[in-house]
């Protein structure tokens, strides 16, 4: 994975045209392309239109502070395949505008309203600029360098309460209300009116009613305590009848200010935290920020740690697959019953997880430069037992079970469904696009770890729909299972790490962006380091989150029952959604 | 079960109807079929609510205990398993939903996020512990807590709800008083604290209001 392989577009004449219009990035570390931002959008349709940069990653904010510039970076791909085209636009800090992407690639809509929201970096061109994990009345844009938490202790850790020599106290004891607010000068409630939800419905009302039928438009609010919204999240749709008219989830109830936290962890103290992004697939985490920063750090990991990381991310894969299909049945209305049969399986692989790891869940096994620790040989034994025997079996049954049950082909096929074209442009990844005949994963088309001498199929369908994306969910544990087979035989022997484990990692000043195939879809990492112990800036690309911005489209002119299908199917973990 | 004799209490029951009476007080029978049939809320926040799940299914299965029916609505529900990382933008809805629950109803704060913060607690929108809102009866640790220790939460819950007595419990003696919901503004409004504002730097804050009777959590 060297930065020569992540840059292909040399190849196409791409770089000519950009250096006609932008300037190389010059400063250390750094790679791609600063354009002038009030040229952002000519530029990306140009690439968009001649070079075939179709796939738009990840847009996101970095704040340059004490600079008075705020900067927007793209990440483009090409659906065919290839490394990343990154763009960065400087904008002013005290007056920051943009143009919007959301008329070239859906797909940003989220990502720029979630920039709206904790930068304040306003889209021109935006349909629906709103605040998108907080609510509308927050006080400020939280990422900002000089935008402090009312918890706000240092900039960095470790803190000095935390040590022994500190002042141990208590956080609270410092805040006058002894709780974690903070309002601006002389707020008082009494004289303040709630903002409430206003903004909000108006959003999904603007849809117009049709002429013909004089039906009511009725809002109707789902979640975010619902029994099938997978979490706390909560979407507002407007109906005619009981067909859907127009859809917005609200997102925000699960955000755990994870890149606020990361930015003021060291290197080191964000892995435990990305345990907690997608919580059903924990190594698949891990996996993704330790390349970001292993690429910052120029390491590569020993031969036996990277088969090792491979084969947890493969059994990360099935137990996920396994959850997603069963509570896909679940929120169909097969009340827990396929569900049981899937959190069975998912135990015995929580027990290797734990084996390995120590805990079950939150795993924290990935270090930089390789794994925390040796998997214990009795271990390997049970992973070749769940391989070769029960895995193949269990998900023959689930099949036999489920693929042809009249009642879950009635209710999925043709429901939500999704053309190429469209997943494409809404930067949907992971099973969903591929369920849509786009044979794009990121384990073949931009390779890492040892994924490139292993053989595997990418599985693809073509109907687009909810039915199709069970069946590669499905098919893809049957591909896992073949790639832990050959992880199996040709794991070798040897050291698990890379030099000593140490707790604060040297980082060099640069950017990276490490992402992998998660089972939910693309997980992309973007680390910015200043040469300091802590990230400069620390950002996520999350599947779930992204792949949300698609739930509208999909769910148009669809009934209420099937909305939650389409959500099933989306397999989204709140966890990553809202970070 | 184990301590639970209906007819220790030195009532005598003449030899003809022994194994057909039973003698007990009110207190106890009735403590003992409400903690044999806790029904806990299907309420998931976070990470914490898939180890519910695991929890309820068949490896640990919760029925043993009489708790396996989850129920979705509040109304139907007896304890809230506050199962994750509560946020600011997530707090009104959580008082809302411990406001419609009958009474008598329970809290118990699943994993050290619901407890206090947890990893999370120096973020901006992360309410430091859901006591600060809501009565909490058993605290259970871990990050997340495995499905044994959230099951040994339950069962402290249930020894805490056989000593409870109709006549000397809150619930029996006036009407509760809903908690108030927090609003949320330029930061979240607690309406307790509303006499505190505007804020001047710095200020003497009155003691939090005591939680109702606490169990020690299952460490």
Same mark, same amino acid.
Not at chain 1, 216 to 239: F, K
Not at chain 1, 535 to 542: I, S, T
Not at chain 2, 155 to 167: D, G, H, P, R
């Given at each position: 994975?060297?930065?020569?392989?992540?840059?292909?577009?040399?190849?196409?004449?791409?770089?000519?045209?950009?250096?006609?219009?932008?300037?190389?990035?010059?400063?250390?570390?750094?790679?791609?392309?600063?354009?002038?931002?009030?040229?952002?959008?000519?530029?990306?349709?140009?690439?968009?239109?001649?070079?075939?940069?179709?796939?738009?990653?990840?847009?996101?904010?970095?704040?340059?502070?004490?600079?008075?510039?705020?900067?927007?970076?793209?990440?483009?791909?090409?659906?065919?395949?290839?490394?990343?085209?990154?763009?960065?636009?400087?904008?002013?800090?005290?007056?920051?505008?943009?143009?919007?992407?959301?008329?070239?690639?859906?797909?940003?809509?989220?990502?720029?309203?979630?920039?709206?929201?904790?930068?304040?970096?306003?889209?021109?061109?935006?349909?629906?600029?709103?605040?998108?994990?907080?609510?509308?009345?927050?006080?400020?844009?939280?990422?900002?360098?000089?935008?402090?938490?009312?918890?706000?202790?240092?900039?960095?850790?470790?803190?000095?309460?935390?040590?022994?020599?500190?002042?141990?106290?208590?956080?609270?004891?410092?805040?006058?209300?002894?709780?974690?607010?903070?309002?601006?000068?002389?707020?008082?409630?009494?004289?303040?009116?709630?903002?409430?939800?206003?903004?909000?419905?108006?959003?999904?009302?603007?849809?117009?009613?049709?002429?013909?039928?004089?039906?009511?438009?009725?809002?109707?609010?789902?979640?975010?305590?619902?029994?099938?919204?997978?979490?706390?999240?909560?979407?507002?749709?407007?109906?005619?009848?009981?067909?859907?008219?127009?859809?917005?989830?609200?997102?925000?109830?699960?955000?755990?200010?994870?890149?606020?936290?990361?930015?003021?962890?060291?290197?080191?103290?964000?892995?435990?935290?990305?345990?907690?992004?997608?919580?059903?697939?924990?190594?698949?985490?891990?996996?993704?920020?330790?390349?970001?920063?292993?690429?910052?750090?120029?390491?590569?990991?020993?031969?036996?740690?990277?088969?090792?990381?491979?084969?947890?991310?493969?059994?990360?894969?099935?137990?996920?697959?396994?959850?997603?299909?069963?509570?896909?049945?679940?929120?169909?209305?097969?009340?827990?019953?396929?569900?049981?049969?899937?959190?069975?399986?998912?135990?015995?692989?929580?027990?290797?997880?734990?084996?390995?790891?120590?805990?079950?869940?939150?795993?924290?096994?990935?270090?930089?430069?390789?794994?925390?620790?040796?998997?214990?040989?009795?271990?390997?034994?049970?992973?070749?037992?769940?391989?070769?025997?029960?895995?193949?079996?269990?998900?023959?049954?689930?099949?036999?079970?489920?693929?042809?049950?009249?009642?879950?082909?009635?209710?999925?096929?043709?429901?939500?469904?999704?053309?190429?074209?469209?997943?494409?442009?809404?930067?949907?990844?992971?099973?969903?696009?591929?369920?849509?005949?786009?044979?794009?994963?990121?384990?073949?088309?931009?390779?890492?770890?040892?994924?490139?001498?292993?053989?595997?199929?990418?599985?693809?369908?073509?109907?687009?729909?909810?039915?199709?994306?069970?069946?590669?969910?499905?098919?893809?544990?049957?591909?896992?299972?073949?790639?832990?087979?050959?992880?199996?035989?040709?794991?070798?022997?040897?050291?698990?790490?890379?030099?000593?484990?140490?707790?604060?990692?040297?980082?060099?000043?640069?950017?990276?962006?490490?992402?992998?195939?998660?089972?939910?879809?693309?997980?992309?990492?973007?680390?910015?380091?200043?040469?300091?112990?802590?990230?400069?800036?620390?950002?996520?690309?999350?599947?779930?989150?992204?792949?949300?911005?698609?739930?509208?489209?999909?769910?148009?002119?669809?009934?209420?029952?099937?909305?939650?299908?389409?959500?099933?199917?989306?397999?989204?973990?709140?966890?990553?959604?809202?970070? | 079960?184990?301590?639970?004799?209906?007819?220790?209490?030195?009532?005598?029951?003449?030899?003809?109807?022994?194994?057909?009476?039973?003698?007990?007080?009110?207190?106890?029978?009735?403590?003992?079929?409400?903690?044999?049939?806790?029904?806990?809320?299907?309420?998931?926040?976070?990470?914490?609510?898939?180890?519910?799940?695991?929890?309820?299914?068949?490896?640990?299965?919760?029925?043993?205990?009489?708790?396996?029916?989850?129920?979705?609505?509040?109304?139907?529900?007896?304890?809230?398993?506050?199962?994750?990382?509560?946020?600011?933008?997530?707090?009104?809805?959580?008082?809302?939903?411990?406001?419609?629950?009958?009474?008598?109803?329970?809290?118990?704060?699943?994993g050290s996020c619901a407890s206090g913060g947890g990893p999370f607690k120096e973020g901006y929108n992360v309410v430091p512990g859901i006591d600060k809102y809501? !009565?909490?009866?058993?605290? +259970?640790?871990?990050? @997340?807590?495995? =499905?044994? %220790?959230?099951?040994? #939460?339950?069962?402290?819950?249930?020894?805490?709800?056989?000593?409870?007595?109709?006549?000397?419990?809150?619930?029996?003696?006036?009407?509760?008083?809903?908690?108030?919901?927090?609003?949320?503004?330029?930061?979240?409004?607690?309406?307790?604290?509303?006499?505190?504002? !505007?804020?001047?730097?710095? +200020?003497?804050?009155? @003691?939090?209001? =005591?939680? %109702?009777?606490?169990? #020690?959590?299952?460490?």
């Amino acid at each position: 994975m060297t930065n020569e392989f992540v840059m292909p577009s040399s190849i196409d004449g791409a770089d000519e045209y950009l250096a006609s219009v932008a300037a190389q990035e010059t400063r250390p570390g750094f790679s791609g392309w600063v354009i002038p931002a009030d040229q952002n959008q000519v530029i990306i349709r140009h690439l968009k239109e001649n070079f075939n940069y179709d796939f738009l990653s990840s847009v996101t904010g970095v704040d340059n502070y004490p600079d008075p510039t705020l900067e927007v970076v793209y990440h483009l791909f090409k659906s065919t395949g290839g490394g990343a085209l990154v763009l960065h636009a400087q904008i002013d800090r005290n007056d920051p505008r943009i143009a919007s992407m959301v008329p070239l690639y859906r797909g940003a809509e989220f990502q720029e309203r979630e920039i709206w929201d904790l930068f304040g970096i306003q889209f021109e061109g935006h349909p629906d600029l709103r605040r998108i994990l907080l609510w509308e009345g927050f006080d400020g844009h939280p990422l900002r360098k000089d935008w402090k938490e009312p918890f706000y202790e240092e900039d960095v850790k470790p803190y000095k309460s935390r040590w022994p020599e500190g002042k141990a106290s208590l956080i609270e004891e410092q805040n006058p209300l002894r709780d974690n607010v903070q309002f601006p000068a002389g707020f008082t409630p009494k004289n303040w009116t709630p903002e409430g939800e206003k903004k909000l419905v108006d959003a999904v009302k603007s849809q117009p009613v049709s002429e013909e039928l004089e039906t009511d438009e009725m809002v109707l609010n789902l979640g975010p305590q619902h029994p099938s919204t997978h979490g706390v999240l909560r979407m507002i749709t407007a109906t005619e009848g009981e067909k859907i008219v127009s859809l917005k989830p609200v997102l925000g109830y699960l955000h755990r200010n994870h890149e606020k936290i990361g930015e003021r962890n060291t290197f080191l103290q964000i892995m435990p935290y990305t345990d907690r992004l997608d919580y059903i697939s924990s190594m698949s985490n891990n996996f993704g920020y330790a390349l970001a920063v292993e690429k910052l750090m120029g390491i590569t990991p020993p031969e036996r740690a990277d088969y090792i990381r491979v084969m947890m991310a493969e059994l990360t894969r099935i137990s996920s697959h396994m959850m997603a299909n069963g509570f896909l049945l679940n929120d169909l209305g097969a009340y827990f019953t396929p569900s049981l049969y899937s959190l069975e399986e998912r135990e015995l692989l929580l027990d290797v997880f734990e084996a390995a790891s120590g805990s079950r869940m939150m795993c924290n096994y990935f270090r930089f430069g390789g794994v925390a620790r040796d998997v214990p040989p009795e271990v390997l034994v049970k992973v070749k037992d769940l391989v070769e025997n029960r895995l193949p079996r269990k998900i023959d049954e689930l099949d036999r079970y489920l693929t042809n049950n009249e009642l879950v082909m009635v209710r999925t096929q043709g429901v939500g469904t999704l053309t190429d074209e469209q997943a494409i442009n809404f930067s949907i990844t992971g099973p969903i696009l591929r369920a849509s005949g786009v044979p794009y994963d990121i384990r073949r088309s931009d390779p890492y770890s040892i994924y490139e001498r292993l053989e595997f199929d990418v599985v693809t369908k073509t109907h687009g729909d909810v039915y199709d994306r069970y069946l590669v969910r499905l098919e893809e544990m049957r591909q896992s299972v073949r790639i832990l087979k050959q992880v199996l035989a040709q794991m070798p022997e040897g050291p698990v790490m890379t030099g000593k484990p140490v707790y604060q990692v040297r980082v060099p000043a640069g950017e990276a962006f490490g992402h992998v195939e998660a089972p939910k879809g693309e997980l992309g990492f973007y680390v910015i380091s200043d040469g300091k112990p802590n990230p400069k800036r620390y950002h996520v690309r999350a599947p779930s989150f992204i792949n949300m911005t698609a739930m509208e489209q999909m769910s148009i002119g669809w009934k209420i029952a099937d909305v939650m299908a389409v959500l099933g199917s989306v397999d989204i973990v709140l966890g990553e959604v809202d970070r | 079960m184990d301590k639970f004799d209906p007819n220790k209490d030195g009532v005598v029951i003449p030899p003809e109807l022994q194994h057909q009476v039973t003698v007990t007080t009110l207190d106890k029978i009735y403590n003992w079929s409400r903690s044999k049939s806790m029904w806990p809320m299907m309420f998931g926040l976070a990470c914490c609510a898939i180890e519910m799940i695991c929890t309820a299914a068949s490896r640990f299965d919760l029925a043993r205990f009489g708790m396996e029916v989850m129920r979705s609505s509040p109304r139907q529900s007896d304890v809230m398993i506050i199962a994750g990382t509560v946020t600011k933008k997530m707090v009104p809805f959580i008082v809302r939903l411990y406001n419609q629950m009958a009474e008598p109803r329970y809290v118990i704060a699943m994993g050290s996020c619901a407890s206090g913060g947890g990893p999370f607690k120096e973020g901006y929108n992360v309410v430091p512990g859901i006591d600060k809102y809501l !009565p909490v009866d058993v605290y +259970v640790a871990g990050c @997340p807590p495995t =499905p044994e %220790a959230l099951l040994n #939460g339950l069962m402290t819950l249930q020894k805490k709800v056989e000593t409870e007595s109709i006549a000397t419990s809150p619930w029996y003696s006036k009407k509760a008083e809903p908690v108030p919901v927090p609003l949320l503004g330029p930061d979240l409004i607690d309406l307790k604290k509303i006499d505190l504002f !505007p804020i001047q730097i710095p +200020v003497e804050s009155q @003691p939090e209001p =005591p939680a %109702a009777s606490e169990v #020690g959590g299952a460490e």
